[in-house]
Structure formats: C-alpha cells, structure tokens
C-alpha cells in the first residue's frame, strides 16, 4: 500500500461530512475553503471513490463516503489519544477524557465523584455529554468520545467494559393509587395497569417494556418521557405507575409526597452501571483507572439501593 491519508485530510473529510457545507467546514478546520477543498479532492482521488456528493446547498456523504466516515473518525480519535498518551500514564492520570453519561444516572452521580477525582488527578480535564445510551454507544464507536459510563450490557461490539456499581430499581405508584395501600407489590398486581417510560434508546424503556411483557401491565406508547422529572410528575397525578433507579431517587424524591415507592416482592429489579470504551483505545489503562474510582465512590455515597458491582 503506497498512499496514506494524511491527518490533515481525513479531518477535512470529517469536518465536511458533520458541518454538512464547505465553508463551514473550513472555518471549524482554521483554512481556507479552497484549500480545504483541494486537499479533500486529492484524498477522493487518491483513493479513487467519492466521499461528499458536490452540489445544492448541503454536501453530505455519499455512500462509499458514509461507509469510510466511522473509521476516519476513529483514526482521529486515535492520534488524539496518541498524543494524550505521550504525556500522561496510568499512575499521574491528566489530559482531556470525554465522557458520554447517561442522563439517568449521571447528573445525581457525577457530584459525587468528580470532585474528589479532581483532588485525586488535578492535570485530568473530563469533557460531559449526556445523552441517551445507544447515542453514546453510537458517538463512542465513531471516536466522538473517549468512554462513556451506561447501563450494562452495552448493545454494540467492539467495546471493552468495566461495571463499578448496581443500582436498585424501584416502581414507582400514584400515592393515591390502591397499589399504594399494599404492603407488598408483585408482578400479578400490575396486570392491566397503565406503565409510564422513557423514549426509546433509554435503557429503562426496555426495563418497563419487559415488565409489562411479564406482568400483563399495559405500555403506554402515547407518550414517551424526555425525563426522570418530567415521569416522576405523570405518576405523581395519576398518569400511570413507572420505574426509578436508585440514584435518582435518593437524589429527587426527599419531599415527593405523590408517588409512593416499591421494591416488587417477585422480580427484583436492578441494574449494572459500568465504564465502556473502545477495544483499540489507547488509553484503556486510563479508563480502568477511572471505573476504580468510581467504584471507590460509590462506597462513600449513601444512595439507598446503589452498591458496588
């Protein structure tokens, strides 16, 4: 093989594909948009296939374009990560990590550990997106993030993971619901009645659908919560009953007078919560590093149900 892509273009042919313009595309890159056409026209050349179709007001990939986008983003991903591992190791932890979180569980987490891995690594820098977990799946495959932290197990292959901690999962009933008078929940009582739940994509989604699968429970596929919050206030006017992991509830329901909460007598309900990267990262060390701290969090933090995997 005589010809190699250069850095300079595969991140060119990057920039185009996400900007989905040329010029926008330059000015993300710091070029000229002459120059940056150039150089992505001698890559298509070189390679002999087209990657951006040329026209109208958008250019967007083609299909050999669309078919080679994932592994050019993961060779960029990849000379960052070679970059961050000439300077840092596995024992003084620093440079830049982005974080993909899933947004049930990383906003009542991260205050608890990201402060004292602060103290801990003090030259580490974490970028957080938070984002549903096939999206961060999908992002971090195509190198747009570094690890993400997700419910287990994760969907797709090609990934290397480490669990840390288990969290409770708890339905939630109307308080006044009959359900909230019993002194024991299990799967027969639910039969028939209406369950709440996050959009697709959302891992508890799939919880909730297996559930009602189980327990005879309806679905409802009128409305798919965009939060934790905004289905704990359904349930809370009688909308239906849903599910809630522990690290949520022992973060938002102190003065939730509403819903009542259960533990179901018959199918205990939980989840793994895990770090996740890609097998051909560099910086795996790293990320074994983090998970272990995580899990040293998990010890400290007094969430009713969450312990450590």
Same mark, same amino acid.
């Given at each position: 093989?005589?010809?190699?892509?250069?850095?300079?273009?595969?991140?060119?042919?990057?920039?185009?594909?996400?900007?989905?313009?040329?010029?926008?595309?330059?000015?993300?890159?710091?070029?000229?948009?002459?120059?940056?056409?150039?150089?992505?026209?001698?890559?298509?050349?070189?390679?002999?296939?087209?990657?951006?179709?040329?026209?109208?007001?958008?250019? +967007?990939? !083609?299909?050999?374009? *669309?078919?080679?986008?994932? @592994?050019? &983003?993961?060779?960029?991903?990849? /000379?960052? #990560?070679? $970059?961050?591992?000439?300077?840092?190791?596995?024992?003084?932890?620093?440079?830049?990590?982005?974080?993909?979180?899933?947004?049930?569980?990383?906003?009542?987490?991260?205050?608890?550990?990201?402060?004292?891995?602060?103290?801990?690594?003090?030259?580490?820098?974490?970028?957080?997106?938070?984002?549903?977990?096939?999206?961060?799946?999908?992002?971090?495959?195509?190198?747009?993030?570094?690890?993400?932290?997700?419910?287990?197990?994760?969907?797709?292959?090609?990934?290397?993971?480490?669990?840390?901690?288990?969290?409770?999962?708890?339905?939630?009933?109307?308080?006044?619901?009959?359900?909230?008078?019993?002194?024991? +929940?299990? !799967?027969?009582?639910? *039969?028939?009645?209406?369950? @709440?739940? &996050?959009?697709?994509?959302?891992? /508890?989604? #799939?919880? $909730?659908?297996?559930?009602?699968?189980?327990?005879?429970?309806?679905?409802?596929?009128?409305?798919?919560?965009?939060?934790?919050?905004?289905?704990?206030?359904?349930?809370?006017?009688?909308?239906?009953?849903?599910?809630?992991?522990?690290?949520?509830?022992?973060?938002?329901?102190?003065?939730?007078?509403?819903?009542?909460?259960?533990?179901?007598?018959?199918?205990?309900?939980?989840?793994?919560?895990?770090?996740?990267?890609?097998?051909?990262?560099?910086?795996?060390?790293?990320?074994?590093?983090?998970?272990?701290?995580?899990?040293?969090?998990?010890?400290?933090?007094?969430?009713?149900?969450?312990?450590?995997?």
């Amino acid at each position: 093989m005589s010809y190699r892509p250069t850095h300079r273009q595969l991140q060119y042919f990057a920039a185009v594909a996400d900007k989905g313009h040329f010029l926008e595309a330059a000015r993300a890159c710091h070029v000229s948009q002459p120059t940056l056409s150039t150089q992505l026209k001698l890559l298509e050349d070189q390679l002999g296939v087209i990657l951006i179709e040329r026209g109208g007001a958008s250019a +967007v990939p !083609t299909a050999a374009g *669309a078919r080679l986008l994932p @592994l050019a &983003l993961s060779i960029l991903s990849g /000379l960052d #990560e070679f $970059v961050e591992m000439a300077t840092v190791d596995a024992d003084n932890l620093g440079g830049l990590v982005r974080l993909g979180v899933a947004p049930t569980f990383g906003p009542y987490f991260l205050p608890h550990f990201l402060p004292k891995l602060h103290k801990l690594y003090p030259a580490l820098e974490v970028y957080i997106r938070e984002d549903r977990p096939n999206v961060l799946e999908s992002d971090l495959k195509e190198g747009k993030l570094d690890c993400i932290v997700t419910p287990m197990p994760l969907a797709m292959d090609g990934f290397a993971s480490m669990p840390f901690c288990i969290e409770t999962v708890f339905l939630g009933v109307p308080s006044e619901h009959p359900i909230a008078r019993l002194k024991s +929940v299990s !799967t027969t009582d639910l *039969a028939g009645e209406k369950l @709440l739940t &996050l959009g697709r994509g959302h891992r /508890l989604f #799939e919880q $909730v659908a297996r559930l009602c699968e189980i327990s005879g429970a309806q679905l409802r596929s009128d409305y798919e919560g965009t939060s934790l919050d905004a289905i704990r206030q359904m349930v809370s006017i009688g909308m239906g009953l849903s599910l809630f992991p522990s690290a949520y509830v022992s973060s938002e329901f102190e003065r939730e007078t509403g819903v009542v909460l259960f533990e179901l007598s018959d199918l205990p309900l939980e989840r793994t919560l895990g770090f996740a990267w890609r097998r051909t990262s560099l910086r795996a060390d790293h990320f074994r590093v983090l998970c272990n701290e995580a899990r040293s969090a998990v010890a400290t933090i007094d969430f009713k149900g969450l312990r450590i995997a």
